[in-house]
């Protein structure tokens, strides 16, 4: 462990050559390699680091957020990603990134360079996403949702998963205040949206009291409800793809939760791109019944054939819990709904929004892209619990 | 700190006379104390020591099973009494004896001697216990529920507090095997029951897949809804009871939870109290009724006046909110009702039953109480969802 200073270039190569196993797998010496930054997302520092036998990607927690010094940030975030690695990849393999190292000093993570993925939000805005990816994202929100749960699990494992996530305080903080807080009140300085066409939506969700008892509802269930092991921030800039190999990454936002939020921030992010971009709509439709489809499928796949190690489910069969089947669903979908609609509004009047909008056709068409998202997000968050099924998801998107 | 050793009434004056606190507290010296042992729960020791000023309380923790030395148990359940009375101690006041002392080493509680008070059970198999007692324990769940609440605290707060007693790992692997799980299978060696008389009961009890699906979403809401800090153990052997005086004890089984699985369990007992003694059973009706009214009026209270502090309802005004808290009651009630039945089968064929029972008139009489119970505890745990309010739980008991 070494004591934290932010890295250079040169400074994480001299950093990189002091470990066997990565100079390994870089090849040649310290002298051949170069490093080369890529920070992209709002936290951290992001460096490629390729030598001649191969490539390393190299993440660093900075004392702040990287786009926005002034606010200050503790370091630990990449120790939390780091865990929720570890915790995660037994249970869905190749579908995040291989940790190779972690210097919980630095806190710093070297991992698996993926040089030929593009970031998912990417390749759907310039349009060469391949049908499909939902698939694989609806497959690993399912085994890592099984996996971490209570079926799962005896329940002395869970508590003490869970306690490790809950000192993932200052990204859960984050996730509280921006996505379930802040683009409600009117007062918070964070927010922003295209003014004045959207004034009279803003104006309206923040003076809405019976939409803010909802959105409680929702932080009532972020916060009580423990069933899985959250990523906690799995929008499309937190996937990579190449082809249908598809990676999660970034999940130092992970922390305990309900299952429907992780699967609600991905649809949202995909009702999204749909209504910026033209032609993208159906495309968008298809790929979130398949991403329920196949969390379903997924999640299914384990119960029954995982056998009953965990606490809960103990008494039952698998075969013979149908009706619970169907219960524990439609609640997952009620959650997925209801944080589907957090996000959308968030993404469009809050502190971090997206690059999609940027994508429509004229600024007529973000406007009014922007405007169903926010009346969208509003219904979502409203009719939550009434929403059972993708199908009644995907009338009301 | 000392060095554990299960103390003899000479060994803990020997270790009290140490303590100037206590010493004082007892007034003269050790030569003039007397220590009784009065233990009668199931796990601990317990003893009174007296002296010429003034009593005290002591509870230490065996390193097993008081009952059943077979059956070894961490020493630790005496730290998480402790615990739980620093932390619901600021909301309750009274309503729990006072903490003098605590002893990490030894696992020893020193606290409060309720002299003039009596085991409500005791009390109620007596039918000497006043009527209205259990508004005080109605009030004192409501103001503990809301205080370790995400409505009171900022969620970092309630994560900190809640891996505290996520680490009470013996005391809840109790509850999960004994109330929520082993009187469902037929192969637990614990459970016990009148013979010829319940077998058919307990056959079809065991046997009966839609039930044990119901129970199963009753262990998912215990283990992964952490609503607040619970008791753990809410039954009428937790209250001291001395005229309008009523203080809850015992807390060693606190962890996080849902609100209802306090309530549903003092309700259960109060259900069997009336099944077994002729004449009990309009007064636990109206004792039910009262619990629940003190309940929601101390709960409510709080909530309107302690101001939104906590992450959950920063958003709305507590006037505003009438359709959530109607949601909000609701839910607490299925929980209660599902952890009512779950008692009130544990209690009747289980490891650890209850006295009340004995005091049914004849032998006759106790089988109907027995088999009462078993009935309207697998109706209240399949129809939970269902009852939404405590004229309709009154209907089903």
């Not at 004392?63 to 037994?90: C, G, H, I, K």
């Not at 291989?98 to 630095?106: A, R």
């Not at 070297?110 to 990417?122: D, I, P």
């Not at 508590?159 to 903080?173: C, E, G, M, P, Q």
Request: charged residues 20%; negative net charge; contains cysteine.
């Amino acid at each position: 462990m070494s004591a934290y200073r932010p890295l250079s270039a040169s400074l994480l190569i001299d950093h990189l050559a002091t470990l066997p196993d990565l100079t390994a797998r870089l090849g040649g010496k310290a002298a051949d390699w170069i490093a080369r930054e890529v920070s992209d997302g709002n936290l951290n520092t992001v460096f490629i680091v390729t030598g001649p036998a191969g490539s390393v990607c190299c993440k660093q927690s900075l004392p702040y957020v990287r786009v926005d010094p002034n606010w200050a940030m503790p370091l630990e975030r990449t120790l939390f990603e780091a865990r929720w690695m570890q915790a995660v990849s037994p249970a869905v393999g190749h579908q995040i990134s291989e940790l190779y190292h972690l210097d919980e000093g630095l806190f710093l993570i070297v991992m698996e360079n993926l040089g030929s993925h593009q970031v998912l939000r990417s390749a759907l805005v310039s349009g060469v996403a391949p049908a499909g990816f939902a698939a694989r994202i609806g497959e690993f929100v399912g085994h890592a949702a099984y996996a971490t749960s209570w079926r799962a699990l005896a329940f002395e494992d869970v508590y003490a998963l869970r306690d490790k996530f809950s000192r993932n305080l200052a990204l859960t903080r984050i996730t509280v205040d921006l996505v379930l807080t802040d683009p409600y009140r009117s007062a918070c300085s964070r927010n922003h949206w295209l003014s004045p066409e959207l004034d009279d939506l803003v104006t309206a969700l923040q003076e809405d009291a019976v939409l803010h008892t909802a959105v409680e509802r929702m932080q009532e269930r972020f916060l009580s409800s423990s069933q899985a092991l959250l990523h906690g921030d799995l929008h499309t800039g937190s996937i990579m793809i190449s082809g249908d190999d598809v990676r999660v990454i970034d999940g130092e936002f992970a922390v305990y939760g309900p299952i429907g939020f992780d699967l609600g921030m991905f649809i949202a992010n995909l009702v999204m791109n749909g209504y910026a971009q033209t032609g993208h709509e159906d495309w968008m439709r298809d790929e979130i019944a398949l991403l329920w489809a196949s969390f379903r499928r997924a999640y299914l796949e384990r119960w029954e054939h995982g056998g009953a190690q965990g606490d809960l489910g103990s008494l039952t069969q698998p075969a013979s819990c149908g009706t619970e089947r169907t219960r524990f669903f439609q609640q997952v979908m009620h959650d997925a709904v209801g944080f589907a609609g957090l996000e959308m509004i968030r993404r469009t009047i809050g502190f971090a929004q997206i690059a999609d909008y940027e994508a429509a056709q004229d600024r007529a068409g973000e406007i009014e892209a922007r405007r169903r998202a926010l009346m969208t997000g509003r219904s979502l968050i409203q009719k939550a619990f009434q929403i059972d099924t993708i199908e009644a998801l995907l009338d009301h998107v």
